[in-house]
C-alpha cells in the first residue's frame, strides 16, 4: 500500500511571494504518478501538475514546478509570485500504474492537504 | 467544455434511507473512480471502474454500499441503509486508460449529510 504525508497542515504567505508545500511518499512500486490537485472554497478538485516517475527532469506549469527527488521519495510543489487566487487546499497524489488487467492507471491516493493562504 | 456531472449537488436524508448518487463521465472516458472526502479522513479511494467492469472495491463498506455503471454513460453509487457516519462529500472521476496521461477529471461533488 502507498502512503502520502503532508507535513504542513497550513502555510501563509504574502502576495507575490514563492512558497513550497512539501510532499512525501512511500512505496515500493517503480512505475507511478505523481500529482498536486487544488481545491478552492468551490469544492472543485483542480489538477495544478503531474509527473511521471520515469522522467528525470522536473515538471513545470506556468508559476507552478516540482521538485522530485525519486530516491528520497519527495515531491514538492513551488509557486512563483502567488496570487489571491492561489489560496486553497493542495492535495499530493500518487498514482500506481497498474501492469495489469489490461494496463493503465490506478485509483489516486491522497494526502492530507496542506491549506495554503495567499495575503493581500 | 467536456466535463464529469453528478447529481444531486447536496442531499439530506435521514439515518436508515436509501441514497443514490450518480454520476456521467467524460464522453469516451473508459475509467470511472468513486472518492470520498471527509475531515476526518480526508479523501479516499471507494471504488472504479474501467470499461464498466470494476477493478477495484476495497475502499468500500461492502455491507452497506455499492456502485455499478449499468452503461457507458452513468456510474451510481448507492448507500443502503444510510448512517450519520456516511456523511461526506462523494466525488466521482473519469479518465482514459491505458493510453491516457493518468489525468482523473473530477465532477463538483455530492454533499450528503445524514441526520
Known amino acids: 500500500a502507498q502512503t502520502v504525508t503532508q507535513s504542513q497542515p497550513e502555510m501563509s504567505v504574502q502576495e507575490a511571494e514563492t512558497v513550497t508545500l512539501s510532499c512525501t511518499y512511500d512505496?515500493?512500486?517503480?512505475?507511478?504518478?505523481l500529482f498536486w490537485y487544488k481545491q478552492p472554497p468551490s469544492r472543485q478538485m483542480i489538477l495544478v501538475i503531474r509527473?511521471?516517475?520515469?522522467?528525470?527532469q522536473n515538471a513545470t506549469e506556468n508559476r507552478f514546478s516540482v521538485n522530485f527527488q525519486k530516491a528520497a521519495k519527495s515531491f514538492s510543489l513551488k509557486i512563483s509570485d502567488s496570487q489571491l487566487g492561489d489560496t486553497a487546499m493542495y492535495f499530493c497524489?500518487?498514482?500506481?500504474?497498474?501492469?495489469?488487467?489490461?494496463?493503465?492507471?490506478?485509483?489516486?491516493?491522497f494526502g492530507k492537504g496542506t491549506h495554503l493562504i495567499i495575503q493581500p | 467544455d467536456a466535463r464529469v456531472t453528478q447529481t444531486p449537488r447536496h442531499k439530506v436524508t435521514e439515518m436508515g434511507q436509501e441514497v443514490t448518487m450518480r454520476c456521467q463521465p467524460i464522453?469516451?472516458?473508459?475509467?470511472v473512480f468513486w472518492y470520498r472526502q471527509t475531515m476526518m479522513q480526508g479523501l479516499e479511494l471507494l471504488a472504479y471502474?474501467?470499461?464498466?467492469?470494476?477493478?477495484?472495491d476495497s475502499g468500500m463498506p461492502k455491507d452497506r454500499f455499492s456502485a455499478e455503471m449499468p452503461d457507458a454513460t452513468l456510474a451510481t453509487l448507492k448507500i443502503q441503509p444510510s448512517e450519520p457516519r456516511d456523511s461526506a462529500v462523494y466525488f466521482c472521476?473519469?479518465?482514459?486508460?491505458?493510453?491516457?496521461?493518468?489525468?482523473?477529471?473530477f465532477g463538483p461533488g455530492t454533499r450528503l449529510t445524514v441526520t
Open positions: 497524489a500518487f498514482m500506481r500504474i497498474r501492469m495489469y488487467s489490461g494496463g493503465g492507471a490506478d485509483g489516486l491516493t
Open positions: 464522453l469516451g472516458h473508459n475509467t
Open positions: 512505496t515500493s512500486e517503480n512505475n507511478y504518478y
Open positions: 472521476a473519469s479518465g482514459l486508460a491505458p493510453r491516457g496521461s493518468g489525468e482523473q477529471y
Open positions: 509527473q511521471e516517475a520515469y522522467k528525470q
Open positions: 471502474f474501467r470499461n464498466r467492469a470494476p477493478l477495484d
